[in-house]
């Protein structure tokens, strides 16, 4: 079982709609959780950080946590097409500093 | 959000040779770096670990010997590919944080190299 999984996409949306992506992690004691947006032939970049259950809103973007069930997810609302990306999912590891990433799951928005 | 810069950010060589990367973190003190190796539609691949003054730890199959890493302060960490080949030709990131604990990373913009 891989540490981190995504569902692999690629997800096609239309602009303005709502892109769901999902993230499952198997470490149960993993304590915060990150979604990064990485563009074709550059490096990841930090959207959200989220560390509690539940909720956490910045812009068009709502990371969900549900530790319980070892899920994590990612909203972007009003999809545009300069969100057409790449997300990974990483999850920062109980012993030590390292993230775990996922695969990441590739966002085109359609105009 | 903290900087981190690399450097070069491509890299054209013979096989045979090696290359330097650096990595820098601009505006905070960086206990811990991490590098990565990223090959075309795939995702990050961890290869090590480095802490200011102190040995890297390698991932399981990174070759230490192959892929030298110095942290020599709290701002630079570099990676030397030594005896570059072909399969060397990959993209890598570095990323760095201050090593609070659940902190995130913040990454370089990366160096892609490609290895005649």
């Known amino acids: 079982q891989k540490e981190v999984e995504q569902n692999s996409g690629p997800l096609s949306v239309p602009e303005g709609a709502i892109a769901s992506l999902n993230c499952t992690y198997s470490?149960?004691?993993?304590?915060?959780f990150f979604w990064y947006r990485q563009y074709s032939g550059k490096s990841p970049e930090l959207i959200m950080s989220?560390?509690?259950?539940g909720d956490k809103e910045d812009g068009r973007f709502t990371a969900q946590l549900n530790k319980a069930s070892q899920y994590v997810s990612l909203l972007i609302r009003d999809s545009q097409p300069s969100d057409s990306a790449t997300y990974l999912c990483?999850?920062?590891?109980?012993?030590?500093?390292?993230?775990?990433f996922g695969a990441g799951t590739t966002v085109t928005v359609r105009a | 959000g903290a900087v981190v810069s690399q450097h070069p950010s491509w890299v054209i060589c013979k096989s045979g040779t090696s290359v330097k990367i650096e990595c820098r973190s601009l505006?905070?003190?960086?206990?811990?770096m991490f590098w990565y190796r990223q090959f075309p539609k795939q995702s990050l691949m961890l290869m090590a670990t480095?802490?200011?003054?102190?040995?890297?730890?390698?991932e399981q199959g990174v070759e230490k010997d192959k892929f030298l890493i110095n942290h020599a302060s709290l701002t630079l960490s570099t990676l030397t590919v030594t005896s570059a080949h072909p399969e060397d030709s990959s993209f890598y990131i570095c990323?760095?944080?201050?090593?609070?604990?659940?902190?995130?990373?913040?990454f370089g913009p990366g160096t892609r190299l490609l290895v005649l």
């Open positions: 990323s760095a944080n201050s090593g609070r604990a659940q902190e995130t990373q913040y």
């Open positions: 470490d149960r004691v993993s304590q915060s």
């Open positions: 989220i560390y509690s259950n």
């Open positions: 990483a999850v920062g590891r109980s012993n030590d500093y390292k993230l775990s």
């Open positions: 505006d905070f003190q960086a206990t811990t």
């Open positions: 480095s802490n200011e003054g102190s040995k890297a730890t390698y």
